[in-house]
């Protein structure tokens, strides 16, 4: 099927505003002729694309599925297009990454701050999602690679590298120091209200099969969508749950939290560097990946 390339150009612009008169000024044509060079993309591919609305269009199942290859490859050929316009001067372009709550609180911020300084001239996107949205992105080729959290399934095809390993320590509000003495069996606390991730997210996964193993069968009294969202739920006496160590230290110091010492270890875990065996990286992209692994195990 011999296509013309700029045909897909138009639809990206058309799918990405929802709207013929915005895509045409975005790419400086008129509107009849973007409504023109659309109803023959949609003649040479023998399926709808579209469905005018009273405010715009909207896409159809069609019309999604080939916006999700048009928006990758645009992407891509832009990045491309850009870094080698400006490969005499500083690196440059453009780096997509997804990244979880964690990774981003416990890592990516303070590795940013660093590189920020060291390439300036590079635009970084994080896409923050849960753990399995992170690793279908990233398969799929919206990510140039991922910062995540274990556990985490991947296929044989991606590659994990350990930035470093953290910790975390179940923690309460003030109202619960008096569970603070002596080290208590977690079935000793499953009485009390517990705040974690919520189903669908790897972390659930994880400590619903820590209680199985310690012989609890935990429930969850509040369930959040990400794990910045548990502190303030802690601070307010609303629960009890385990925070990464370095994320609760501060609020120990200032006596906001307390630590709730336990019998048993919480699982270990780390942050890791994932990205597509099969998949090449820009330039830009290529930098800041090297620069991670350059970073890892650091404490930061």
Known sequence: MDINFEY??????????RNMTKAATALGSNQPNVTRIMKLLE?????RLFVREARGISLTEEGERLYSHVEIAY???????????????????????????????????????DFKMEYPEIKIKIHNHSTYET?????????DFAVI???FPVSSNMLCEKAFDFEEILAGGTQYQRLCD???????????PWIGLGRGSATY????????????????????ATSDLMLPLIINNLGIGFVPEKLAKPLLKQKRLVQIPI??????????????????????????????????GQRI
């Open 8 to 17: 897909y150009k138009i639809f990206y612009y058309v799918a990405k505003y």
């Open 43 to 47: 003649s040479q591919l023998h399926c």
């Open 75 to 113: 992407r891509h050929l832009l990045n491309a297009q850009e870094e080698l316009c400006r490969q005499d001067s500083r690196i440059c372009g453009t780096v997509e990454i997804g990244a979880t709550e964690t990774a981003l609180h416990l890592y990516l911020l303070d590795v940013l701050h």
């Open 135 to 143: 690793i279908k992105y990233l398969a799929g080729g919206s990510l």
């Open 149 to 151: 959290t274990t556990p």
């Open 182 to 192: 002596l080290p208590l069996e977690l079935k000793e606390l499953s009485g009390f």
């Open 205 to 224: 996964d994880l400590y619903r099969n820590f209680f199985i193993e310690q012989g609890i069968d935990m429930e969850l009294d509040m369930e959040v």
């Open 263 to 296: 019998s048993c270890a919480p699982p270990r875990r780390s942050i890791q560097i994932v990205s597509d065996k099969g998949r090449g990286k820009s330039f830009a992209a290529e930098t800041f990946y090297q620069y991670l692994k350059g970073r890892r």
